[in-house]
């Protein structure tokens, strides 16, 4: 559903094809049980300020979906596929959630989020850069100073799919993995419980 940014919120509250894409949109995400959907869903709800208990509750189905697709593809050893919509937006919400874990200083859920994201992700830039996710937290990095010391905002293309993954940084992944030699060997350490458990 693409907008024209011109279009003003107040007359969006009153189009009724708007209206009807928002109720189609939501009858859609919920029998499809689709993130995809859900997320074209809480922009659209964005967009004309929508209530904000309608917002969480869209947000809570986002999480909770997720969380529930991720414990699939653990116990099936499934990899999220990132050229397949609805695993991304899968991805996207996960790592979103350790994102917001690691803004409040939650460091060990953040760094567990961002391991199983590595582990779970079968694109091998993203698996990279989320395993320099865990490897700053794990050096103890907080998140601000990740994010104004390791990630390059500069040379995010606003038009790749995956720009909701924080991929680029001030060195290069290689490098910076490297650097973290120390963390990566850790981490690793850690993943391995996880092929142990299956």
Do not use: W
């Amino acid at each position: 559903m693409k907008l024209d940014p011109e279009i003003h919120v107040e007359e969006l509250k009153k189009d009724p094809e708007f209206l009807a894409n928002i109720a189609r949109l939501e009858r859609e995400c919920k029998n499809e049980e689709s993130i995809a959907k859900g997320y074209q869903l809480l922009d659209a709800q964005l967009i004309i300020e929508a209530d904000e208990e309608e917002i969480n509750e869209i947000f809570t189905f986002i999480v909770n979906t997720a969380f529930d697709r991720l414990a699939e593809k653990l116990t099936t050893s499934v990899s999220f596929d990132m050229n397949d919509d609805e695993d991304r937006a899968t991805a996207r919400a996960i790592y979103e959630h350790a994102i917001q874990r690691y803004s409040e200083n939650d460091k060990k859920g953040a760094k567990e989020i961002f391991l199983v994201l590595h582990y779970t992700m079968a694109h091998a830039g993203l698996k990279d850069a989320m395993m320099v996710h865990a490897a700053a937290v794990m050096a103890g990095h907080d998140f601000e100073d990740f994010i104004e010391n390791i990630v390059d905002v500069e040379e995010v293309d606003a038009h790749d799919p995956l720009a909701f993954f924080i991929q680029t940084f001030i060195e290069p992944t290689e490098v910076l993995l490297q650097k973290y030699a120390k963390q990566v060997e850790e981490a690793h350490q850690a993943l391995r419980s996880l092929d142990e458990s299956k």
